[in-house]
DNA sequence: ATTTAGTTTAACGACTTTGTTAAACAACTT
DNA sequence: AAGTTGTTTAACAAAGTCGTTAAACTAAAT
């Protein structure tokens, strides 16, 4: 958004790290400045309070995807064709902050004001989205499914497997990381796949 | 488990409230207190400290998921039948109560001596699961995708609309709760036609 | 009528957290 | 040489949190 100062961005740097982890409650500004290696006054410095730092945080981990979402909830290209470029993005963003996904869940299952704030801010237009997705012919492309079962697919597919990374990693990959790894890369191909068959059989029947 | 008097219920049930909505740091012994209507010594009476009480609050909660997943992954029966009463069980399991997938992943991603710990006391063993599906033909019945990917197909589907619903209800579902319950609900059909289809696809390639 | 278990009230100490302030220091600019 | 900016140190008040204790109360059980 605006330059920022190397102190600046370690104090981001650890703020995103200890809230993504451990919450907003469970991280003391303190924590923040030790990860830092700063002065927990500068945090002041920077940053009014914990409040405005946290909010930082979340802005910056909203922006990491909700744009994607945007961008197909709104496009002027089809769905379909959609998908693919935009499981690799997401995919490719999570792998690098797996803790994204439970982190903003939580904040906004827990602080209920914050959707409707955020749909007003990006622009979102649940009408406008349902609207081009039947307009571009996507509920005569899914067979008659409810246009929305196919976003959630979409997204459970795409997200929940970095949701539940502890448990995917230690119950299904026994703990080895590179495996985890390579199995969530090969889903940028098997997801499109699933996606084109349950949308093509759903309409061949 | 044990036998629970009627205001250790009620203890019970402000906490896990609490905890669900807000986590373990962001929620104090008085807020659990006043929620449940009493005093908060009477907390520290029952369960002697918070730590404790959030344990048994998190174990209730793994309790109710985990069986259905060890279940599953030990089970004799074929992977392909198991999947519609599970589903279904999930499903059913998480109407009522949809802040459970968020909270359990939030501590198990911020604490992570807990996986190994669980895995222990659930007696759950990846390598007889995996062994397990292979000898009952499910690779070849998934036409050699990876067994756990179908896993996480599955789990992704069922649990992650559950996770988001603060996002899917505000967004695909206009706010409207009864629409979200609805769909949620159809999801129990969906989701095991989508498995079907997504192996008997594979196979006949 | 007395015991007992559950509960409340009040209070305490020890500790943590947040935000603030004042003073001093370092380093770089002008 | 003086000024500016970023930074540290030290200290503080206000508020909150947790666990504990002692004393008193209630109501049901013996």
Redesign the pocket.
């Given at each position: 958004m605006v330059l920022q100062?190397?102190?600046?961005q370690?104090i981001i740097v650890s703020a995103e790290k200890l809230f993504y982890q451990n919450g907003?409650?469970g991280?003391?500004?303190?924590?923040?400045?030790d990860d830092a290696?700063?002065?927990?006054?500068?945090?002041?410095?920077?940053?009014?309070?914990?409040?405005?730092?946290f909010e930082a945080v979340f802005r910056k981990a909203m922006g990491r995807f909700v744009p994607n979402l945007v961008a197909m909830l709104h496009s002027d290209i089809s769905f379909e064709e959609y998908i693919p470029a935009m499981v690799e993005t997401v995919i490719d963003t999570m792998i690098e902050n797996p803790q994204i996904p439970i982190f903003v869940l939580q904040e906004l299952s827990s602080n209920r004001k914050r959707m409707p704030q955020i749909i007003k801010e990006m622009g979102i237009d649940p009408a406008i989205a349902l609207k081009k997705m039947e307009e571009e012919g996507v509920s005569k492309v899914t067979g008659g499914m409810d246009p929305r079962q196919i976003i959630l697919n979409l997204l459970s597919l795409s997200v929940f497997p970095f949701a539940a990374k502890p448990v995917a990693l230690d119950i299904l990959y026994n703990g080895d990381n590179e495996a985890y790894l390579e199995a969530m890369k090969e889903r940028k191909k098997i997801i499109p796949q699933l996606m084109k068959q349950l949308m093509s059989q759903n309409r061949s029947r």
């Open positions: 100062t190397e102190t600046e370690k907003k409650a991280t003391s500004m303190q924590d923040i400045a290696g700063i002065n927990r006054t500068l945090l002041n410095y920077y940053f009014r309070s914990k409040d405005q730092l």
